[in-house]
């Protein structure tokens, strides 16, 4: 603890480098607990809210171990701030001698090999894309890193993208002509050579899925920090369970029929691409009129539980699947890409025949319609403790999982339980902020629960109202597209703020535009309740309309409530109250972000106060300045 002493006390290393320093107990106390994990080993949480400096706190013990570690973030924009700015620091204004790697997930490398195949044959899904596909052939010839995300002016869904990125399913490794000049080769093999390893969850738990069968793209580790370790549970079901799209099998068939044709194939047989076409229109028909109704995601039970019977329709499509892979493998073409159709062939085969003949009761298997036309078949694990505990935790010296959401009314429990670690030790870390200063949480009186006909016309009274305090400069957080797209609708009659609605750009681009818009409100839905930071005056107002309860109907919530009504739990107050609690933490969490922030926090569900759980959330909240009525709100606007 005394090397840690030189950095963090009044006229320690970082009063030195950083001008105004002020002394963070927070900051202090977290880097010791770090500090203290990775010498005695094990599992730690650590609740850190805004403002304590965690990245620091857990960056300088990592480095003065000397450990190898993986740096998992929950989001690309975190990353991005550890590798440009927070580790620069360190080095530049700290002069700790540290070396690190930033690897992020396949899909957002350039695949030189596949670029220019298509650049000999550019089809595009999409001809409003065509004016990119210049901007991509000119960088391709400037990049080194070959990271999309270079391209600033580049639209997020870009079509064309999947056809040209370095994904796994179309790479032929070692024996692509571009082997050796790779970008993501190069990536791996920098990433062995050093200590620090930053990548995100999703690549985290990529790799973790399949390290233990086929080899793995991260570097050999001892020790893993997750930063917005509450996204874990959601990630590691996602890449723990398997997913079947026709986009998948349309890219397939498209393929075989492109290589098909530059190995003198004939055209109209395409290598099987026809049949394939044909196979999964009768295969996915069924599935896709289940959706015509629905809303969002829904629960498909496999044959025997009452679920569709598509032995037959599977059966044509495996067998059409099995003549692509025959057909492609007899192409006498000089593509490399022709060795990876059977292989992409098989690993579809082998998902499907893991949803459809099968009933397992640790399974949910489910249905959705992802963009316009692309219908996804899923199954997903309905508890991912044991696997975590096995595949990770017990493997690995030291675990830090930290995040401003992790604890309920000051406990671990639940995070413990879902994640698989028992016996991790917790830590609540004090915030440096003044919360009943700094921020007032309004619960208007009398307001009606959402279910309630004159709910709607209460909380849009409720939200002209604050934004009228406000001047604007307000996040509205929505449980749902539909009444957000309702509220943005009355609100746009009124022209007195500028509006910026999910979906009407990229997420990156509309929080720019909020920063430099005067009086702006932006409004969304899930995606905007948390790895959005804006420091500052900009944002003064942040109002919530509902509590933030997961869809029962959504398969995965559904099955896991049934798991547990079966095993003589309460599903409400075990896993559906402590979902939403966290969740609402982290929307609260948007306001504050400095020392400097001041603003009202606003919650429009009467169930806060009408309902005995509503002291379960009020409880794990920080101790906002409370208030019932709007009057004293005003003090809180700067």
Partial sequence: MKTLDRFFSLDGELARAI?????????????????????????RLIEAATGTGKTLAYLLPLILSGRRVIISTGTLNLQDQIDQKDLPFVRDKLGLNVDWRVMKGRDNYLCRYRLAEFARQPLLRDASEARHVDTVVAWAGETESGDRA??????????????????????????????ENCWLTRVKREAQQTNIVIVNHHLFFADLAVRSEFGSVLPEYDTVVFDEAHLLEEVATLYFGIQVSTNQIEELARDAEKLSAAGGGPKVNGAGAGPLREAARE????????????????????????????????AVLSHALDEVSRQSAALETGAETVESLPRRCETIRV???????????????GIEMRGRASVVLTASPIDVADTLRERLFERVDAAVLTSATLAIGGKFDFYRQRLGVDDAEGTIVPSSFDYETQAALYLPPHMPEPREPQYFDRALDEIIALLELSGGRAFLLFTSHAQMNRVHERLSE??????????????????????TTDRAVLLGTTSFWQGVDVAGPALSLVVIDKLPFDVPSDPLVAARIERLRDQGQNPFMEYQLPMAVLDLKQGLGRLLRGREDRGVLAVLDGRLV?????????????????????????????
């Avoid at 893991?354 to 640790?362: E, Q």
């Avoid at 009408?610 to 700067?638: C, M, N």
């Fill in 351 to 365: 998902a499907l025949q893991n949803i459809v003949p099968r009933d397992d009761p640790g399974t949910v298997y």
């Fill in 19 to 43: 001008e105004g320093y002020e002394e963070r107990q927070g900051q202090r106390q977290m880097a010791e607990t770090v500090a203290q994990t990775l010498e005695r080993g094990g599992v």
């Fill in 494 to 515: 009124y022209e007195r703020w500028p509006l910026l609605l999910q979906g009407q750009g990229s997420k990156a681009g509309l929080i720019e535009t909020f920063r």
């Fill in 150 to 179: 270079e391209l600033k002016g580049l639209p997020e869904r870009l079509q064309f993208w999947r056809d040209i990125n370095a994904r796994a399913d179309t790479c032929t490794g070692s024996r692509c002509p571009e082997y």
């Fill in 610 to 638: 009408s309902r005995r759980y509503g002291k379960v959330f009020l409880e794990s909240l920080p101790p906002y300045s409370r208030f019932r009525d709007r009057e004293p709100l005003a003090g809180f606007f700067r």
């Fill in 283 to 314: 295969f996915f028909m069924p599935l896709q009129g289940r959706l015509r109704d629905a809303i969002g995601r829904i629960r498909f039970d496999p044959p025997g539980h009452g679920g569709a019977d598509l032995e037959a329709e599977w």
